[in-house]
């Protein structure tokens, strides 16, 4: 356990349904992490945060995707009008900012989405 | 894009160590190394990092080549739960995941 927390950890929807995400980061952690993973491939990176500010979005962050870290600590990712592409595990990740330490990023466990 | 180059699969024998290579010719002076592994379905767990010295901890050793365009993660100790995929990461902020190495632990 790396004290990242995601809920829920399975998710089964119906396409063109609604979706979030819960992410919990370590406490203290500035930063904040998704990314997404399909099978058989590595994570791909989706978006960041520092404290409640989103300064990166990838490109595979579609229209129908948004994130929010409204106070800085926990995180939301909704998918809206899910697509059975959408289906994937979603990781989020923390860390503490960047001090040019070489400061550690640590992932949580994942939710799964499946889109049927 | 990915920054590093790694082989796809590598098999070791339960036991021996486990000699993971990777290729960052493009490393930048102020980047990371870092190394994570992810067990099927899991998500991606630390395993060590490093700049320029080489680093142990009680999961692997790192050894930086002097130029820093490669580095080795060492498994001094195989077993078949260090089966995984295996990613090498050079990092100066977020981190990009390449394709990895898939180890596989022989009994």
């Known amino acids: 356990d790396t004290g990242v927390s995601q809920d829920p950890r399975h998710k089964i929807t119906k396409r063109g349904q609604n979706v979030t995400f819960r992410c919990d980061p370590i406490s203290e952690h500035n930063r904040l992490y998704w990314y997404r993973q399909t099978l058989g491939q590595g994570p791909e990176f989706l978006t960041y945060f520092q404290n409640e500010a989103q300064l990166e979005k990838s490109r595979l962050l579609s229209d129908r995707f948004s994130a929010e870290r409204p106070k800085g600590s926990f995180s939301t990712l909704e998918i809206q009008r899910t697509e059975q592409g959408d289906s994937a595990m979603y990781l989020c990740?923390?860390?503490?900012?960047?001090?040019?330490?070489?400061?550690?990023?640590?992932f949580g466990e994942g939710s799964w989405l499946t889109v049927v | 894009d990915a920054k590093t180059t790694q082989p796809p699969s590598m098999d070791c024998a339960e036991g021996r160590a486990a000699n993971l290579p990777c290729n960052h010719s493009t490393i930048s002076g102020n980047e990371y190394v870092y190394w994570y592994r992810q067990i099927h379905s899991q998500g991606p767990q630390y395993i060590i990092h490093?700049?320029?010295n080489n680093e142990t901890n009680e999961m692997a050793s790192l050894i930086i080549t002097e130029d820093r365009k490669s580095s080795t993660l060492i498994l001094p100790h195989a077993t078949l739960r260090d089966t995984a995929v295996y990613y090498c990461?050079?990092?100066?902020?977020?981190?990009?995941f390449g394709k990895g190495t898939r180890l596989h632990i022989l009994p």
């Open positions: 490093g700049l320029k």
């Open positions: 990740a923390s860390s503490p900012l960047w001090t040019g330490s070489g400061n550690t990023i640590y």
């Open positions: 990461i050079v990092r100066f902020d977020k981190i990009i």
